[in-house]
C-alpha cells in the first residue's frame, strides 16, 4: 500500500510536469509568433524590390526561405493531420490556400535560382527573361495567399465591445487605403502576367513602401477575416 508522502511526491512530480509542459507550449508558441512576424516582414521588404539592393534582396529572400522551413517544421502537425479528420468548407479553403502558398514560395526560390546575381550567381541558367516573368508571378501570389492566409487565422482579441469596434474601424481604414494602393500601383499586372515590365516609383521612401504594402495586404486579410466570420460565425472556432 502506497504511503501518504509517496503519494504526495507522485502529486507533486505530476503537477511539475504539467506546468514544464505549458512552458514548453508557451515558449513555442512565442517562438512561433516571432518567426511568423520576421517572415511577414519580410516579405514586405521584398516587394519593394526597387529601392533596396540587390544583395540586400535576394539575401532577404534567403532569410525568408530558412524562416519558410522553419515555420513548417514547428507546424509538422499539420501535415500530419491532413488526411485526418472530417473536412469542412473551412478547412477545405484553409487547406487549399495553405497549399498553394507553399506551391508559391517554391516557385518564388526557384525562379530565384535562375535570376540570382549575387547569392547564386554562380548557377544562373538561361532563359532569364521567362525566369523573370515566372518569379514575378509566384511572387504577387505569395504576396495574395500571405494575406488571406493572415486574414483566415487572425482573431479580433475578445475585449469590450467598444474596443473591438476600433480595432475592426482602424483595419477596416487600413483595408480601404490598401485598396487605392492596389490600384496604383496595378498589381493585378504581376497577378495574371499583363505586363512584361513593372513602372516604380523611386520617389517614395522603404518605410513609406513597406507601409503601402503592409496596406494592401491588410485589404486581403481584411476582406478574408470578414468572410469568414459572415460566412463562418457560428463555426468560427473550427
Keep these: 500500500m502506497r504511503s501518504k508522502w509517496f503519494t504526495a511526491f507522485e502529486g507533486e512530480a505530476r503537477e511539475e510536469r504539467v506546468l514544464m509542459k505549458t512552458d514548453i507550449m508557451r515558449l513555442k508558441g512565442g517562438v512561433k509568433l516571432a518567426l511568423d512576424l520576421v517572415m511577414y516582414l519580410l516579405f514586405l521588404l521584398l516587394m519593394g524590390k526597387h529601392l533596396t539592393s540587390a544583395a540586400f534582396h535576394e539575401w532577404s529572400g534567403v532569410g525568408l526561405f530558412v524562416c519558410f522551413i522553419l515555420h513548417n517544421i514547428l507546424n509538422y502537425k499539420w501535415y500530419k493531420a491532413l488526411f485526418k479528420g472530417k473536412y469542412t468548407v473551412l478547412r477545405s479553403v484553409q487547406t487549399a490556400v495553405n497549399i498553394l502558398l507553399i506551391l508559391a514560395v517554391l516557385g518564388c526560390l526557384i525562379s530565384s535560382l535562375m535570376i540570382s546575381g549575387v547569392v547564386f550567381s554562380s548557377i544562373r541558367l538561361p532563359n532569364i527573361e521567362l525566369s523573370r516573368g515566372f518569379h514575378m508571378l509566384c511572387t504577387a501570389w505569395g504576396f495574395v495567399l500571405m494575406s488571406v492566409h493572415l486574414g483566415l487565422h487572425i482573431r479580433i482579441p475578445k475585449t469590450i465591445k467598444t474596443l473591438r469596434v476600433i480595432l475592426y474601424a482602424i483595419a477596416l481604414t487600413i483595408a480601404i ?59 468560427i472556432g473550427q
Design 177 to 235: 487605403y490598401g485598396t487605392f494602393v492596389f490600384a496604383e500601383r496595378k498589381l493585378w499586372e504581376e497577378l495574371f502576367l499583363l505586363a512584361e515590365y513593372k513602372w516604380f516609383d523611386y520617389d517614395k521612401t522603404v518605410l513609406l513602401y513597406l507601409l503601402e504594402s503592409f496596406a494592401v495586404s491588410m485589404s486581403f486579410a481584411t476582406l478574408t477575416l470578414v468572410i469568414k466570420r459572415l460566412r463562418f460565425s457560428s463555426k
